[in-house]
């Protein structure tokens, strides 16, 4: 076999997202730093070295570029600022697009971990595709976390003459243990006087979970119309409690529809900085306070670098002492429930955040606030199997009691 420089696989993935993978000189920190490492055939440096000998098939033929969380720790680690989840990206839709749609199952012969986990990712998006939504039930009963709320908002939804545009999401909208989110949060809302409104059932699934399953090419239909009607409300900004519903918002949507969007896109920390500075949020002493600990979405944090509004907003809050755990910021552990891992390795999910979970108690938390319902979900899961006192909530929950 001849090996030579500039292969075809390199030159694709530097044309298709800009990463120059012969900058990776094979430190292996972003080994090191990867939560499910130990767990891949290939680590995040070797699959590196495999894109830069263009060996292709292996990457495509083997369940390692699927147990990535997408985290990008790699990024954060390396000196060059390279991002091995950027790779994965590509090669995950490399193999839906040109291996298993084209092919079936049988395109990824001999690997029978890949091929269960190919197929419950292909059930994902085809739910996705045929309900708008991850969880497969009806779409029109996207506002069912409205019903335990005591008074419903006025506008709730399509109202043109709403100040922010709550994007809900999958998770929060059709998981009943995410209610709670969506609900602090209007309750928040309304209490700081923000007139907000939302697309009610004409929301659709982000696309997010459709980028990792390597499906982005059928998810460009679902973000055109989010869009599109987003537009055709015409309120000037759109706020969301999900990190991948911003990520797909903020990052990925532009170069979908090759233009900006057109209105403001924030998520929900920066907006709750906002009222907290303004003084439209009232902070009571509570009756029993403690230490809380913030754990960084990884949407959030390294993609985003949304890293110090949800400190500040916690750092207001009276009877709270705010601690930071081991691993924090730019350098947070995952909490195990990113990159469509859930679906594809849930027991590896269950390995990363038990880590994380640990790092919250071993600095005496009493509460592990994150700003995400994937990560709460994650994390709370794993406090209940370890049977942790960790009371986990999500920030819009933190500060609606704080308020409350």
């Known amino acids: 076999?001849?090996?030579?420089?500039?292969?075809?696989?390199?030159?694709?993935?530097?044309?298709?997202?800009?990463?120059?993978?012969?900058?990776?000189?094979?430190?292996?920190?972003?080994?090191?730093?990867?939560?499910?490492?130990?767990?891949?055939?290939?680590?995040?440096?070797?699959?590196?070295?495999?894109?830069?000998?263009?060996?292709?098939?292996?990457?495509?033929?083997?369940?390692?570029?699927?147990?990535?969380?997408?985290?990008?720790?790699?990024?954060?680690h390396c000196p060059h600022n390279l991002s091995v989840r950027r790779l994965v990206e590509l090669m995950r839709q490399k193999v839906i697009q040109e291996r298993y749609l084209p092919r079936g199952i049988e395109a990824l012969d001999g690997d029978e971990t890949l091929q269960?986990?190919?197929?419950?990712?292909?059930?994902?998006?085809?739910r996705i595709r045929t309900y708008y939504n991850v969880s497969g039930e009806d779409n029109a009963s996207r506002l069912a976390w409205t019903g335990n709320l005591p008074q419903k908002p006025e506008g709730l939804v399509g109202d043109p003459q709403a100040e922010v545009a709550y994007f809900v999401g999958c998770v929060s909208a059709m998981f009943p243990m995410s209610y709670g989110i969506p609900q602090s949060f209007a309750a928040v809302l309304t209490r700081a006087g923000v007139r907000f409104t939302t697309?009610?059932?004409?929301?659709?699934?982000?696309?997010?979970?459709?980028?990792?399953a390597g499906h982005l090419r059928q998810a460009e239909d679902i973000i055109r119309h989010n869009v599109a009607r987003m537009r055709a409300l015409g309120v000037p900004r759109v706020v969301a409690t999900c990190p991948s519903c911003y990520h797909m918002w903020h990052h990925v949507y532009p170069d979908i529809l090759g233009e900006p969007l057109g209105f403001e896109m924030v998520h929900a920390v920066e907006?709750?900085?906002?009222?907290?500075?303004?003084?439209?949020?009232?902070?009571?002493?509570?009756?029993?306070?403690?230490?809380?600990?913030?754990?960084?979405?990884?949407?959030?944090?390294?993609?985003?670098?949304?890293?110090d509004a949800p400190r500040e907003v916690l750092s207001r809050i009276p009877g709270w002492t705010l601690v930071e755990m081991q691993q924090s910021r730019e350098h947070a552990l995952c909490?195990?429930?990113?990159?469509?891992?859930?679906?594809?390795d849930p027991q590896l999910v269950e390995r990363v955040a038990a880590q994380r979970v640990a790092q919250a108690v071993e600095v005496n938390a009493t509460v592990l606030v994150s700003a995400c319902p994937q990560c709460v979900r994650t994390l709370a899961k794993a406090a209940r199997a370890q049977k942790l006192r960790l009371r986990v909530m999500d920030l819009a929950q933190f500060v609606d009691m704080a308020v409350g």
């Open 1 to 76: 076999m001849t090996i030579t420089l500039t292969t075809d696989l390199a030159r694709f993935i530097r044309e298709a997202c800009g990463e120059n993978v012969y900058l990776c000189y094979q430190c292996e920190r972003c080994s090191s730093g990867c939560p499910t490492s130990m767990a891949m055939r290939y680590r995040p440096a070797q699959m590196m070295r495999l894109a830069q000998f263009g060996l292709a098939e292996r990457l495509e033929t083997d369940a390692s570029v699927w147990r990535c969380l997408g985290c990008d720790t790699c990024t954060a």
């Open 116 to 126: 269960k986990g190919i197929r419950a990712l292909g059930m994902l998006s085809e």
């Open 199 to 212: 697309l009610g059932g004409e929301e659709r699934c982000c696309g997010f979970p459709l980028l990792m």
């Open 271 to 307: 907006l709750l900085r906002e009222l907290a500075v303004e003084g439209r949020l009232r902070f009571a002493e509570p009756q029993r306070g403690g230490i809380v600990t913030y754990h960084d979405p990884c949407d959030l944090g390294r993609k985003s670098g949304i890293y």
């Open 335 to 344: 909490c195990g429930g990113g990159g469509d891992l859930e679906t594809f």
